[in-house]
């Protein structure tokens, strides 16, 4: 059975959509349930959510990986599935999901494709996400982990404001098995629209080297904020 979790902050645009091809998802199944996690938004996001049905609690701590580990203290189920609320999982995932944890997975992902291509190049990166290598991998691809070895690991890094997703997967990947679904999540390319490709992936990849040199939290963050405009980075 699966819990799904969703962090939100200032989603009121997208997540009634993706609420619904989630409900849509689980239609008919047993063993599911939704929970939203909102972060402080200061938009409608909190109206939206409930006026869907679908439970969404306060966080107590602002931040995406605190979120995330609230959702999954409330979750009933054994198997934990975080999903972004700009990305859209195939519309087979607990399907997908069921079947890798049959064959001994416990953890895993999605690649992924984007809603638009404002630049071919775009199509690379999403080429890539197809590959087992740490530099391909992200929260975008939404994440399916059995709730034993998540609070084995100790969820997500609630110190850390980026990079979060990527500690956990070094930690799972260590320790145990990770599925990379040959299926495409939908990803939102807003990012790459308001800043240029070239602008966004530079960006990337000076957050990504920071990180793995062993820079701060608050230095990472500054970078990215300095490099590029993130409406959801707090």
């Known amino acids: 059975m699966i819990s799904i979790i969703i962090p939100t902050y200032n989603e009121e645009k997208s997540i009634s959509d993706l609420l619904g091809h989630l409900c849509k998802g689980i239609s008919g199944l047993d063993g599911a349930e939704i929970i939203v996690v909102d972060g402080g938004s200061q938009d ?63 953890s895993g992902c999605y690649r992924y494709q984007f809603d638009h291509y404002p630049t071919p190049l775009l199509r690379i990166n999403a080429y890539c996400t197809r590959f087992d290598r740490i530099m391909c991998r992200g929260g975008d691809q939404t994440l399916f982990i059995s709730k034993k070895l998540f609070n084995s690991l100790g969820g997500f890094r609630e110190d850390y404001m980026i990079m979060e997703d990527y500690d956990l997967i070094q930690k799972i990947q260590k320790t145990s098995s990770f599925k990379i679904i040959q299926k495409d999540a939908t990803v939102s390319s807003r990012k790459y629209s308001e800043n240029g490709y070239f602008r966004v992936q530079i960006a990337n990849l000076t957050v990504f080297m920071m990180y793995f040199a062993g820079a701060s939290q608050e230095l990472m963050v500054h970078a990215y904020k300095n490099l590029i405009h993130h409406p959801k980075m707090r």
Do not use: W
């Open 44 to 106: 409608n996001t909190v109206d939206v959510v409930r006026s869907c049905g679908i439970t969404c609690i306060p966080s107590k701590r602002k931040g995406r990986a605190a979120q995330m580990n609230t959702g999954a203290e409330h979750a009933t189920h054994n198997t934990l599935y975080f999903v972004h609320a700009d990305t859209i999982p195939p519309l087979s995932f607990m399907d997908d999901i069921n079947q890798a944890l049959r064959k001994g997975y416990k």
